[in-house]
C-alpha cells in the first residue's frame, strides 16, 4: 500500500470481491495450518490478477491458529499490513471479516484486504476443540457428557419437530440434494449417492440426529480478496449488496427455535434493494439440515414453523427448484473449521462469476450467504449474512 492513499475514503458500493481462493480438502493431513492459508491466499490473487503486494488489510479466522493471530500470520506471509482482524464469532466469523473488510476500506484504513478462514482438523482433533471451546462447554458441558455438538443440535431438532411437526424425511432432504451437487465437486470429501432412503435408514448419533446429518470435520482453507471493484476485470467483481451481523440473539434461551437472522433480515433486504423471491441460490451454514431449516425461516423464505412444507416442495440440488449450498456444501465437502464459515462465501463468488462448471447455477445473478456459529451454552451464539450480485 501507498502511504499516500492511507485515510483516502471510497464509497461502500465501489467495493466488492475480487477473488476467491480454496485448498484442496483431507480427512487428515501432515501440511501445517500456515500451507493451507498460503494455498488458498495464492489462489485468491490469481483469481483477482493481483500480486501478493497489493494486500495492506488482513483478517483471519480459525479455531487452531492461537497463540498467533491475524498480526503473526501478515508476519509469516511477508506482509505489511495496516489493518488486521481476528474473527471471533466461529462460522459466522468469516462472513462478519468481508463486511468489516468493506468498512476498513471504505474509511481508508486499508486498500485490499486478504479474507482467510480454515483449520487443520480430523475428527479427534474436532472433538478435542469443542470439550475445550469456551469456559461454559469446559466446566459444564463437557464434564457432564454433553455429547459435543452433535448432542446439542439434537435437542434443537427434536425441539422444533415437537413444536412444528417438522419431520427427518423433510430436512433430509436438504443433505440429498447437496450431495447431489456434491458428486461433480472433487473437492467434497463425500461424493457418494446419497437417497432419501440411505438418509432415514442411516444409524442415529444423537436421537434425532442421524449420520448424514452431521459433518466430516476435516483440514482446509478458503480465501476472499477484497477490494474496490476497479481492480476486477470486468465482469469477475462481486458486488456486496448488503451485510449484517447479531450475536448472542435470543438472549438466555437454552436450544432456540431462531436466531439473529430475524432481527436483521428486513433491513438486509432493504439495503439490498431485493427479497427473498429476488435470490438465485442460497448459501447457508450448514453444520446440520436443522440449522439450514432455521436459516430459511428466519431470513423470510418460508414462515417460522412452515419449513417442513418449503423443504417437501423444494428440491435442493444446483439445478433443483432453490439451489441450496451449490457445491455441496460442508455435509459433503467436510468442515475445515472456521473453513466452514467461509466456503459457503467462496462458492457463491464462483457463481457468480460463472466459474462453477459442472454444477453452475444457471443464469446465477445474485445469492445469500448466511454464517452461523460459536456454540454456547446450549445454543450457537453467531450469526451473519451477506447479500452478493455479480458486478458489471
Keep these: 500500500m501507498d502511504a499516500s492513499s492511507l485515510g483516502r475514503r471510497l464509497p461502500a458500493e465501489s467495493i466488492g470481491i475480487v477473488g476467491y481462493g480454496q485448498s484442496v480438502y483431507s480427512k487428515k493431513t501432515d501440511r ?3 500451507s493451507l492459508f498460503a494455498e488458498a491466499a495464492k489462489g485468491a490473487l490469481h483469481s483477482a490478477g493481483l500480486d501478493k503486494s497489493s494486500i495492506d488489510g488482513l483478517a483471519v479466522c480459525s479455531f487452531d491458529l492461537p497463540p498467533d493471530n491475524a498480526v503473526t500470520l501478515a508476519e509469516q506471509f511477508g506482509l505489511s499490513v495496516s489493518w488486521a482482524y481476528f474473527g471471533t464469532a466461529g462460522g459466522a ?62 435437542i434443537v431438532q427434536r425441539k422444533h419437530m415437537e413444536t412444528y411437526g417438522t419431520r427427518p424425511e423433510e430436512l433430509g432432504r436438504i443433505s440429498v440434494g447437496q450431495r447431489a451437487s456434491a458428486r461433480l465437486n472433487d473437492n467434497a470429501l463425500l461424493r457418494g449417492p446419497l437417497t432419501i432412503e440411505d438418509y432415514l435408514d442411516a444409524r442415529v448419533i444423537a436421537d434425532p440426529i442421524r449420520l448424514y446429518d452431521c459433518v466430516l470435520p476435516c483440514a482446509g482453507a478458503e480465501a476472499v480478496l477484497v477490494a474496490p471493484l ?163
Excluded at 136 to 146: D, I, K, V
Excluded at 242 to 256: K, S, V
Excluded at 286 to 302: H, N, S
Design 93 to 154: 466469523g468469516p462472513v462478519a471479516s468481508v463486511i468489516n473488510a468493506i468498512r476498513a476500506i471504505e474509511h481508508g484504513h486499508a486498500s485490499a484486504v486478504l479474507c482467510l478462514a480454515g483449520d487443520a482438523y480430523d475428527i479427534g482433533g474436532h472433538y478435542r476443540m469443542m470439550d475445550n471451546f469456551n469456559r461454559a462447554l469446559r466446566n459444564y458441558g463437557t464434564p457432564n457428557g454433553f455429547g459435543g455438538a452433535n448432542g446439542l443440535f439434537a
Design 230 to 392: 476497479d481492480r476486477a476485470e470486468p465482469g469477475r467483481g462481486v458486488r456486496v449488496l448488503a451485510g449484517y451481523e447479531q450475536h448472542n440473539h435470543p438472549p438466555d434461551e437454552i436450544a432456540p427455535l431462531r436466531g439473529g437472522w430475524e432481527l436483521f433480515r428486513d433491513a438486509l433486504y432493504r439495503d439490498a434493494g431485493y427479497g427473498p423471491s429476488d435470490i438465485d441460490f442460497v448459501q447457508a451454514y450448514d453444520d446440520y439440515p436443522i440449522m439450514v431449516a432455521i436459516q430459511l425461516e428466519d431470513l423470510g423464505f418460508c414462515a417460522k414453523g412452515e419449513v417442513g412444507k418449503f423443504l417437501a416442495e423444494n428440491t435442493f440440488s444446483f439445478d433443483g427448484s432453490f439451489p441450496l449450498n451449490t457445491n455441496g456444501g460442508q455435509l459433503s465437502c467436510g468442515q475445515a473449521g472456521a473453513g466452514g464459515g467461509m466456503i459457503g462465501l467462496v462458492e457463491a463468488i464462483r457463481q457468480l462469476r460463472g466459474e462453477a462448471g459442472p454444477w453452475q447455477v444457471e443464469g446465477a445473478r445474485r445469492g445469500l450467504v448466511s454464517g452461523y456459529g460459536m456454540v454456547g451454552y446450549g445454543h450457537g451464539l453467531s450469526t451473519s449474512s451477506v447479500i452478493l450480485e455479480g458486478a458489471k
Design 32 to 34: 501445517t495450518l500456515l
